[in-house]
T-cell receptor
Framework: QQPVQSPQAVILREGEDAVINCSSSKALYSVHWYRQKHGEAPVFLMILLKGGEQKGHDKISASFNEKKQQSSLYLTASQLSYSGTYFCGTINNAGNMLTFGGGTRLMVKP | KAGVTQTPRYLIKTRGQQVTLSCSPISGHRSVSWYQQTPGQGLQFLFEYFSETQRNKGNFPGRFSGRQFSNSRSEMNVSTLELGDSALYLC??????????????FGEGSRLTVL
């Protein structure tokens, strides 16, 4: 079953922060985050394993709440280059496939 | 190092025809997975191949099939094309199997239009 992402779209000004959420109805083993710019291939951001670990990548970080089967992606002091569609992908404890959410469109304006 | 290469990049077919798409993974990567991307359904997992064996399969009809060769290159085939098969087909390679939390490297995709 597909994880649910929220919000579906967000518009920011440069320098503002944003949070993208990813929720699953199934117990998760791992959460993956990717960003896709228009007309380009998705690019890996980070993977979080169950255990509530928080990871960071420049000014983009993420957390994984195993009990709630939820992950959040935090974009701090957004830059124009952050614009794109963000996808979370989940692997559940049965571990048989990677299922992506519907995506969150992020637009950062000057 | 060369990235994931998909061919052809664009193709147009008519209903009932079949199509074969090719994916060359990054050198040394043994896992290749395929995804269908459409505006309405997002990114949907088709299947994964690792060391020439299909490891996992998504919820797609049997018209969608694939294979992987000994050099890790992969092909996917869609037979009896339907209008709803129009999509961007993305291939991704990884050092490890998906379930081993491998980071995916995506190709730019093959855009299929079915008329």
């Amino acid at each position: 079953q597909q994880p649910v992402q929220s919000p579906q779209a967000v518009i920011l000004r440069e320098g503002e922060d944003a949070v993208i959420n990813c929720s699953s109805s199934k117990a998760l083993y791992s959460v993956h985050w990717y960003r896709q710019k228009h007309g380009e291939a998705p690019v890996f951001l980070m993977i979080l394993l169950k255990g509530g670990e928080q990871k960071g990548h420049d000014k983009i970080s993420a957390s994984f709440n195993e009990k709630k089967q939820q992950s959040s992606l935090y974009l701090t002091a957004s830059q124009l280059s952050y614009s794109g569609t963000y996808f979370c992908g989940t692997i559940n404890n049965a571990g048989n496939m990677l299922t992506f959410g519907g995506g969150t469109r992020l637009m950062v304006k000057p | 190092k060369a990235g994931v290469t998909q061919t052809p990049r664009y193709l147009i077919k008519t209903r009932g025809q079949q199509v074969t798409l090719s994916c060359s993974p990054i050198s040394g990567h043994r896992s290749v997975s395929w995804y269908q991307q459409t505006p309405g359904q997002g990114l949907q997992f088709l299947f994964e191949y690792f060391s020439e064996t299909q490891r996992n399969k998504g919820n797609f009809p049997g018209r969608f099939s694939g294979r992987q060769f000994s050099n890790s290159r992969s092909e996917m085939n869609v037979s009896t094309l339907e209008l709803g098969d129009s999509a961007l087909y993305l291939c991704a390679s990884s050092l490890r199997q998906l379930t081993d939390t491998g980071e995916l490297f995506f190709g730019e995709g093959s855009r299929l239009t079915v008329l």
